[in-house]
């Protein structure tokens, strides 16, 4: 696991986005997976401004999108679709043939996880996935449980996620109790994976990560499992990391990079 603590939330998107701009220009056909929520916007915001000076070229890009609320569709707001439309694909040369969303209306929502399971399958995988976290610790909508999800899969919401993301809706009463979303199982099959993680309400979630032990009741956690994961952090969200701010400590397997 490396560590990659900015200065600041411009920092960690800046830093975001150069990296999946290199991992584009190193491969042209990136199988790229995306986050939703309000981390990875500065990040987007990033990868759209990169796309217009000509320094990172999509059209070979394939993406996919880690979850959906079930019952939400692309015209609703606060769905994820209309959320990545708005905030990246609208601003980027990605072809609408190569953009993958998990469907919020499916009839059967069962079929509609296989579906995606397969496509992700058939594309040879994930190369980079961005991930951001929940407050308690969940990432995509893979929330604490006692076994770590594999596949894509129907989540019940917990009501902590549920309040904390009805910010994204005009009617708090709305906010959907169950969502789809990719599995821990095929998350940690990508070849890299970016964790974003940008204020203080993160920061014990991410000290759990991180420091506590693997376990599916901190999804997050399995991360230190994964060969190639990166935690971008501001300082602010790594606050609570012992282990680097504590000039005693004896561990080293985390490397810090201030940028
Ligand atoms: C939602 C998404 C997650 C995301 C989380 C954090 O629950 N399903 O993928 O990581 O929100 O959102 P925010 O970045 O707004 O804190």
């Given at each position: 696991m490396e560590l990659i603590i900015a200065k600041d939330y411009r920092e960690m998107s800046h830093q975001a986005a150069t990296q999946v701009a290199a991992n584009i220009i190193v491969k042209p056909e990136l199988v790229l997976g995306l986050a939703t929520g309000s981390t990875p916007v500065g990040t987007y915001e990033e990868l759209i401004k990169m796309r217009k000076k000509g320094m990172v070229d999509f059209s070979k890009v394939t993406t996919f999108n880690l979850d959906e609320y079930i019952?939400?569709?692309?015209?609703?707001?606060?769905?994820y679709h209309h959320f990545m439309f708005h905030n990246l694909f609208s601003g980027i040369n990605v072809k609408r043939e190569n953009i993958n969303l998990l469907n919020g209306?499916?009839?059967d929502p069962e079929a509609e996880c296989r579906r995606y399971e397969k496509a992700i399958r058939k594309a040879g995988g994930i190369d980079l996935q961005i991930v951001g976290i929940g407050q308690?610790?969940?990432?995509?909508?893979?929330?604490?449980?006692?076994v770590f999800p594999t596949v894509t899969h129907i989540v019940d919401l917990s009501e902590e996620t549920r309040r904390v993301n009805?910010?994204?809706?005009?009617?708090?009463?709305?906010?959907?109790?169950q969502a789809i979303s990719v599995g821990i199982g095929t998350i940690m099959k990508a070849k890299e994976i970016i964790l974003l993680a940008n204020t203080k309400e993160k920061a014990e979630a991410i000290t759990e990560a991180i420091e506590g032990p693997v376990r599916p009741q901190v999804p997050?956690?399995?991360?230190?499992?994964?060969?190639k994961s990166v935690m971008m952090l501001t300082e602010q969200a790594a606050k609570g990391l012992k282990r680097i701010f504590d000039k005693s400590s004896k561990f080293s397997y985390i490397e810090k990079k201030v940028l």
């Amino acid at each position: 696991m490396e560590l990659i603590i900015a200065k600041d939330y411009r920092e960690m998107s800046h830093q975001a986005a150069t990296q999946v701009a290199a991992n584009i220009i190193v491969k042209p056909e990136l199988v790229l997976g995306l986050a939703t929520g309000s981390t990875p916007v500065g990040t987007y915001e990033e990868l759209i401004k990169m796309r217009k000076k000509g320094m990172v070229d999509f059209s070979k890009v394939t993406t996919f999108n880690l979850d959906e609320y079930i019952g939400l569709g692309p015209k609703d707001e606060a769905s994820y679709h209309h959320f990545m439309f708005h905030n990246l694909f609208s601003g980027i040369n990605v072809k609408r043939e190569n953009i993958n969303l998990l469907n919020g209306l499916a009839k059967d929502p069962e079929a509609e996880c296989r579906r995606y399971e397969k496509a992700i399958r058939k594309a040879g995988g994930i190369d980079l996935q961005i991930v951001g976290i929940g407050q308690n610790g969940h990432i995509g909508f893979n929330e604490p449980c006692d076994v770590f999800p594999t596949v894509t899969h129907i989540v019940d919401l917990s009501e902590e996620t549920r309040r904390v993301n009805a910010k994204f809706f005009k009617d708090k009463k709305k906010v959907p109790t169950q969502a789809i979303s990719v599995g821990i199982g095929t998350i940690m099959k990508a070849k890299e994976i970016i964790l974003l993680a940008n204020t203080k309400e993160k920061a014990e979630a991410i000290t759990e990560a991180i420091e506590g032990p693997v376990r599916p009741q901190v999804p997050a956690s399995v991360l230190q499992l994964h060969p190639k994961s990166v935690m971008m952090l501001t300082e602010q969200a790594a606050k609570g990391l012992k282990r680097i701010f504590d000039k005693s400590s004896k561990f080293s397997y985390i490397e810090k990079k201030v940028l």
